[in-house]
């Protein structure tokens, strides 16, 4: 005994001349005293005999220089292991921090695959950064007149060719389709029936301006996209797998696309998208010179309809500021060719007509700017939930570091240098973080399929994958790096500072003291985010609740959607009229059918069209309004009340005079106030108005692209009879406009059987005549939230997991503070105190934590915060009091529930007992 203690003294006194020789020296020590530990032994012992198993400080020093080459690799792993051995022995607190951690990384994880897929992640084609387009707004589908700020995206096909003859700094220009459209598709020769599919009309050198190879077969060419060329196709990879098995023999073969034979050359490479982020990718890629044919579209050569977007691939070098101004100047010079631009009012337009180019790595970004906002607020509160979560694990590790002060003491009296043991304790921290950070892997691969299960509802095919990509794993990974240096710096530092007299004593004496300050700190502060997220959540979940709520002058019980597409079907406008009156006789043929709306789109289907209106007799102000075709019985499926005159009617033919119904707004936005508009007529802008409409009736307000477009003006016109100035540019061959986009039955009762039978009603009349969509009424209300309701959701399912971590950390530090004060409450009983004044003394410690989180830091933060997300609130303006209200009474209520546990614990303790563990 005595050996083996002046070896230690010996040990203890040496001099030490060099640092870095004596950090070795202690290394081995501790090599070896923890194999003895593993081993059983108590830290003291296990010390003692491995400074004395080194047989002196000599051979120690002699052994380091001979291992110095491993000695950083040899710490590492030590560290690790070690790490491992003492999480292992630790169970119930690895499992708590794992899942603790585990929640908060894997959200973080989950939003951020949705943010690299949307917002971050470029098209899959080559070389994406010298990709440019010209263009920086998004717009649907079909547009015509003059922009306000004239900043314009969408380009009519004559602007495209003028642009492709002129700006030699592209070394290639595509076009595309500005809409994903629908068409009707079945394959030749085989018994499958035809059926929607997501179609896009793309220029020639679309695929090689995009740099792809065919998956099989062959992409388009320049002679593919010239008119009278033969019919050809291009099919999406997911399309050929899914629908054919990846069956070679597609390609080359006859599809029937909208009743015309059409060739598909080959398949697009797989993981191509194409040109934008969507729910319904392209299945088929067709060229523009086969749309007028294939879809009836006119608008492809009318010079001053705008459909296209643009995309190119500029050259080496070219600089973007110069090419801007020479693109905005061609795109002037194509403009003032049109008659939009010819008159005086055209004219000041045209000076302000230009172009802002942008990066076109990303394609066409509408989804982009659709979703960014929420998803970049998301990433900010999963954020505070990690933060949260990082306060809890914090508090953990102090009352872990207090328990194994015993060990540092002894390490520290070894002769272990303070930064050594640090490092030690941030290794374990790290070893932690990694672990959780697997663990939240799972937790966000369950996470991202949640989020686009919210997102797109109903969607099959959108384009973002649930698995961890290689930029999501390292994601994960720097946040357990950085999760576990944030969480067990202070700790381990706090833990490294033991006094080495600890060591030499026999015995264990508790304290008096309770939890650190900076243990309090946290608690405070976990309260405070705590509070932001719930002022958060409720906030969002008013704002959903105001938008649900919005009266929107629509009846939706009983009412079911068919989206159909007489147009792909084979039909000419000439032969709509007959169509029409079939299918209300068949659907009225189907018992429990009221009504049959048929119409160009229906409320709130994210549709929208518009024109120029002048008033017969008034000066052209440019007011525009949108309108809608519907038959007679359309405005009563929907539960669109007539208010002034009457409705459409059944007299209202191709034949009749050209009749229009307007709502409340048109009548605002047209009339003097108590002007009455039955009997005005109007008609499209111009010197002199044509006056082509007479209204007959005026219909309420109702819903139609959103619930917040305020003062909508509208009007509706009857669904065969052709608009005047239509009729009188264009034979009724080419009037597209005549055909319907929508069937709305109205049923006595719920039918759950409704959609088998409108598709079975369809194809009685016509094997072409597919169901694209179905959808209840409801459905289709609803789908117009679905990103409220994500945020909504999301937001109150973080907030719920930040007052959990919140109440656990105070639980877990009141639970602390009584332990440590074991002593002190015994001895307080026993001079007389009562359970309730223990109690109450317990409590006033907690709530003054939470109380101070509150006041001090989550109040003022919160009514900081609102302010950001304002703009994504509907209809409201700062901080709402009562949401402010219950969120403090619901943490309150959180921190005294987390501190009655303990204080009722600590008033139950004996006196006695209390007094002999001192």
Same mark, same amino acid.
């Given at each position: 005994?005595?050996?083996?203690?002046?070896?230690? /003294?010996? #040990?203890?006194?040496?001099?030490?001349?060099?640092?870095?020789?004596?950090?070795?020296?202690?290394?081995?020590?501790?090599?070896?005293?923890?194999? =003895?530990?593993?081993?059983?032994?108590?830290?003291?012992?296990?010390?003692?005999?491995?400074?004395?198993?080194?047989?002196?400080?000599?051979?120690?020093?002699?052994?380091?220089?001979?291992?110095?080459?491993?000695? #950083?690799?040899?710490?590492?792993?030590?560290?690790?292991?070690?790490?491992?051995?003492?999480?292992?022995?630790?169970?119930? #607190?690895?499992?708590?921090?794992?899942?603790?951690?585990?929640?908060?990384?894997?959200?973080?994880? @989950?939003?951020?695959?949705?943010?690299?897929?949307?917002?971050?992640?470029?098209?899959?084609?080559?070389?994406?950064?010298?990709?440019?387009?010209?263009?920086?707004?998004?717009?649907?589908?079909?547009?015509?007149?003059?922009?306000?700020?004239?900043? =314009?995206?969408?380009?009519?096909?004559?602007?495209?060719?003028?642009?492709?003859?002129?700006?030699?700094?592209?070394?290639?220009?595509?076009?595309?389709?500005?809409?994903?459209?629908?068409?009707?598709?079945?394959?030749?020769?085989?018994?499958?029936?035809?059926?929607?599919?997501?179609?896009?009309?793309?220029?020639?050198?679309?695929?090689?301006?995009?740099?792809?190879?065919?998956?099989?077969?062959? /992409? #388009?060419?320049?002679?593919?996209?010239? +008119?009278?060329?033969?019919?050809?196709?291009?099919?999406?990879?997911?399309?050929?797998?899914?629908?054919?098995?990846?069956?070679?023999?597609?390609?080359?073969?006859?599809?029937?696309?909208?009743?015309?034979?059409?060739?598909?050359?080959?398949?697009?490479?797989?993981?191509?998208?194409?040109?934008?982020?969507?729910?319904?990718?392209?299945?088929?890629?067709?060229?523009?010179?086969?749309?007028?044919?294939?879809?009836?579209?006119?608008?492809?050569?009318?010079?001053?309809?705008?459909?296209?977007?643009?995309?190119?691939?500029?050259?080496?070098?070219?600089?973007?500021?110069?090419?801007?101004?020479?693109?905005?100047?061609?795109?002037?010079?194509?403009?003032?060719?049109?008659?939009?631009?010819?008159?005086?009012?055209?004219?000041?337009?045209?000076?302000?007509?230009?172009?802002?180019?942008?990066?076109?790595?990303?394609?066409?970004?509408?989804?982009?700017?659709?979703?960014?906002?929420?998803?970049? &607020?998301?990433?900010?509160?999963?954020?505070?939930?990690?933060?949260?979560?990082?306060?809890?694990?914090?508090?953990?590790? /102090?009352?872990?570091?207090?328990?194994?002060?015993? +060990?540092?003491?002894?390490?520290?009296? &070894?002769?272990? !240098?303070?930064?050594?043991?640090?490092?030690?304790?941030?290794?374990?921290?790290?070893?932690? %973080?990694?672990?959780?950070?697997?663990?939240?892997?799972?937790?966000?691969?369950?996470?991202?399929?949640?989020?686009?299960? !919210?997102?797109?509802?109903?969607?099959?095919?959108?384009?973002?994958?649930?698995?961890?990509?290689?930029?999501?794993?390292?994601?994960?990974?720097?946040?357990?790096?950085?999760?576990? $240096?944030?969480?067990?710096?202070?700790?381990?530092?706090?833990?490294?500072?033991?006094?080495?007299?600890?060591?030499?004593?026999?015995?264990?004496?508790?304290?008096? %003291?309770?939890?650190?300050?900076?243990?309090?700190?946290?608690?405070?502060?976990?309260?405070?985010? @705590?509070?932001?997220?719930?002022?958060?959540?409720?906030?969002?979940?008013?704002?959903?609740?105001?938008?649900?709520?919005?009266?929107?002058?629509?009846?939706?019980?009983?009412?079911?959607?068919?989206?159909?597409?007489?147009?792909?079907?084979?039909?000419?406008?000439?032969?709509?009229?007959?169509?029409?009156?079939?299918?209300?006789?068949?659907?009225? @043929?189907?018992?429990?059918?009221?009504?049959?709306?048929?119409?160009?789109?229906?409320?709130?289907?994210?549709?929208?069209?518009?024109?120029?209106?002048?008033?017969?007799?008034?000066?052209?102000?440019?007011?525009?309004?949108?309108?809608?075709?519907?038959?007679?019985?359309?405005?009563?499926?929907?539960?669109?009340?007539?208010?002034?005159?009457?409705?459409?009617?059944?007299?209202?033919?191709?034949?009749?005079?050209?009749?229009?119904?307007?709502?409340?707004?048109?009548?605002?936005?047209?009339?003097?106030?108590?002007?009455?508009?039955?009997?005005?007529?109007?008609?499209?802008?111009?010197?002199?108005?044509?006056?082509?409409?007479?209204?007959?009736?005026?219909?309420?307000?109702?819903?139609?692209?959103?619930?917040?477009?305020?003062?909508?003006?509208?009007?509706?016109?009857?669904?065969?009879?052709?608009?005047?100035?239509?009729?009188?540019?264009?034979?009724?061959?080419?009037?597209?406009?005549?055909?319907?986009?929508?069937?709305? $039955?109205?049923?006595?009762?719920?039918?759950?059987?409704?959609?088998?039978?409108?598709?079975?009603?369809?194809?009685?009349?016509?094997?072409?005549?597919?169901?694209?969509?179905?959808?209840?009424?409801?459905?289709?209300?609803?789908?117009?939230?679905?990103?409220?309701?994500?945020?909504?959701?999301?937001?109150?399912?973080?907030?719920?997991?930040?007052?959990?971590?919140?109440? &656990?950390?105070?639980?877990?530090?009141?639970?602390?503070?009584?332990?440590?004060?074991?002593?002190?409450?015994? $001895?307080? !009983?026993?001079?007389?105190?009562?359970?309730?004044?223990?109690?109450?003394?317990?409590?006033?410690?907690?709530?003054?934590?939470?109380?101070?989180?509150?006041?001090?830091?989550?109040?003022?933060?919160?009514?900081?915060?609102?302010?950001?997300?304002?703009?994504?609130? =509907?209809?409201?303006?700062? !901080?709402?009091?009562?949401?402010?209200?219950?969120?403090?009474?619901?943490?309150?209520?959180?921190?005294?529930?987390?501190?009655?546990?303990?204080?009722?614990?600590?008033?139950?303790?004996?006196?006695?007992?209390?007094?002999?563990?001192?």
């Amino acid at each position: 005994m005595l050996k083996e203690w002046l070896t230690r /003294l010996r #040990f203890l006194m040496s001099p030490k001349p060099n640092r870095e020789i004596d950090e070795e020296l202690q290394f081995h020590i501790e090599r070896q005293a923890q194999e =003895y530990i593993a081993a059983g032994m108590t830290p003291q012992e296990a010390h003692r005999k491995a400074v004395v198993a080194f047989g002196g400080i000599e051979n120690v020093r002699a052994q380091s220089h001979k291992e110095r080459p491993s000695y #950083f690799l040899g710490t590492l792993l030590q560290d690790v292991r070690y790490a491992l051995r003492q999480l292992r022995k630790s169970r119930s #607190f690895t499992v708590t921090a794992v899942l603790t951690l585990s929640l908060g990384i894997g959200a973080n994880a @989950a939003i951020f695959t949705l943010v690299n897929a949307v917002l971050l992640k470029n098209l899959p084609v080559v070389d994406p950064s010298t990709l440019v387009r010209i263009g920086n707004t998004n717009e649907c589908c079909v547009n015509w007149g003059a922009m306000d700020d004239g900043n =314009y995206s969408l380009f009519a096909t004559d602007d495209w060719h003028q642009l492709q003859r002129n700006a030699p700094e592209f070394e290639e220009l595509a076009a595309m389709q500005s809409g994903i459209g629908q068409i009707i598709a079945r394959r030749d020769k085989t018994q499958e029936s035809a059926r929607p599919v997501s179609s896009e009309f793309v220029s020639g050198n679309y695929f090689r301006t995009f740099g792809l190879k065919p998956q099989i077969g062959r /992409l #388009f060419t320049d002679a593919d996209n010239v +008119e009278g060329a033969p019919f050809v196709a291009v099919m999406s990879y997911d399309m050929w797998q899914n629908n054919y098995a990846g069956d070679p023999s597609v390609v080359g073969s006859t599809f029937w696309v909208n009743t015309k034979a059409v060739t598909i050359t080959g398949i697009a490479p797989k993981g191509f998208y194409g040109d934008r982020l969507s729910s319904t990718p392209p299945d088929l890629y067709l060229p523009i010179e086969s749309m007028p044919v294939l879809a009836n579209a006119q608008h492809v050569h009318i010079p001053d309809r705008r459909w296209l977007y643009l995309i190119g691939r500029v050259k080496p070098g070219v600089a973007m500021a110069p090419l801007q101004a020479k693109i905005s100047e061609l795109v002037r010079q194509s403009f003032a060719a049109t008659t939009i631009f010819s008159d005086e009012h055209g004219k000041r337009a045209l000076a302000k007509v230009h172009v802002v180019l942008s990066p076109g790595g990303a394609g066409i970004q509408d989804m982009q700017d659709s979703y960014a906002s929420k998803l970049k &607020l998301l990433m900010w509160i999963s954020g505070l939930v990690l933060l949260i979560a990082c306060a809890n694990i914090a508090n953990l590790l /102090l009352v872990r570091g207090m328990n194994r002060r015993a +060990e540092m003491s002894v390490r520290t009296a &070894l002769g272990a !240098m303070r930064t050594r043991i640090v490092r030690q304790l941030l290794t374990e921290s790290i070893v932690l %973080s990694i672990i959780s950070g697997i663990v939240g892997l799972i937790v966000a691969y369950a996470g991202t399929r949640m989020l686009l299960a !919210m997102a797109f509802p109903g969607a099959q095919a959108v384009p973002i994958d649930a698995s961890p990509s290689g930029v999501v794993l390292a994601f994960a990974f720097g946040v357990s790096l950085l999760t576990g $240096i944030l969480f067990g710096v202070a700790p381990a530092w706090i833990t490294s500072k033991a006094n080495p007299a600890d060591a030499l004593r026999s015995g264990t004496r508790t304290t008096t %003291s309770g939890a650190s300050l900076l243990q309090r700190s946290l608690i405070v502060l976990q309260s405070a985010l @705590a509070l932001v997220l719930l002022v958060g959540a409720g906030m969002f979940i008013q704002s959903l609740n105001k938008l649900r709520n919005i009266d929107l002058k629509l009846n939706s019980t009983n009412r079911y959607i068919i989206h159909f597409n007489p147009q792909a079907a084979g039909y000419s406008p000439a032969q709509v009229e007959t169509l029409y009156r079939t299918i209300e006789e068949r659907f009225h @043929a189907i018992p429990g059918v009221q009504k049959v709306g048929i119409s160009a789109y229906t409320p709130m289907e994210a549709d929208n069209w518009g024109d120029g209106v002048q008033i017969q007799g008034q000066p052209d102000h440019h007011n525009w309004a949108s309108w809608v075709r519907g038959n007679a019985e359309y405005l009563d499926s929907v539960g669109t009340h007539v208010l002034i005159g009457r409705g459409i009617t059944t007299q209202d033919t191709s034949t009749s005079p050209a009749v229009a119904v307007v709502n409340q707004s048109f009548v605002q936005k047209f009339f003097k106030p108590g002007e009455n508009p039955v009997g005005r007529r109007f008609g499209s802008p111009g010197p002199v108005s044509s006056g082509d409409f007479e209204i007959v009736g005026v219909v309420e307000d109702t819903a139609y692209n959103s619930a917040t477009w305020k003062n909508h003006a509208m009007y509706f016109i009857p669904m065969t009879q052709r608009i005047p100035e239509s009729a009188r540019q264009r034979p009724i061959e080419k009037d597209t406009g005549l055909y319907a986009g929508a069937i709305v $039955i109205h049923t006595e009762r719920p039918m759950d059987n409704i959609q088998s039978l409108a598709r079975q009603t369809l194809a009685a009349i016509n094997p072409n005549l597919s169901v694209v969509k179905f959808q209840t009424f409801d459905e289709q209300i609803a789908d117009r939230f679905t990103q409220d309701r994500m945020v909504t959701r999301l937001m109150t399912l973080f907030s719920i997991l930040a007052l959990l971590l919140a109440t &656990l950390g105070l639980y877990g530090v009141t639970s602390y503070t009584v332990a440590r004060r074991t002593s002190e409450i015994g $001895i307080r !009983m026993a001079l007389g105190a009562n359970r309730s004044s223990v109690v109450g003394m317990i409590m006033r410690g907690a709530m003054l934590q939470t109380a101070i989180g509150l006041a001090a830091i989550g109040i003022p933060v919160a009514w900081f915060c609102v302010r950001y997300i304002e703009s994504q609130l =509907y209809e409201t303006k700062g !901080m709402s009091l009562a949401v402010l209200t219950i969120a403090t009474l619901t943490l309150t209520a959180a921190a005294a529930a987390a501190g009655l546990i303990p204080a009722q614990r600590a008033a139950s303790t004996n006196p006695s007992q209390a007094l002999r563990t001192e």
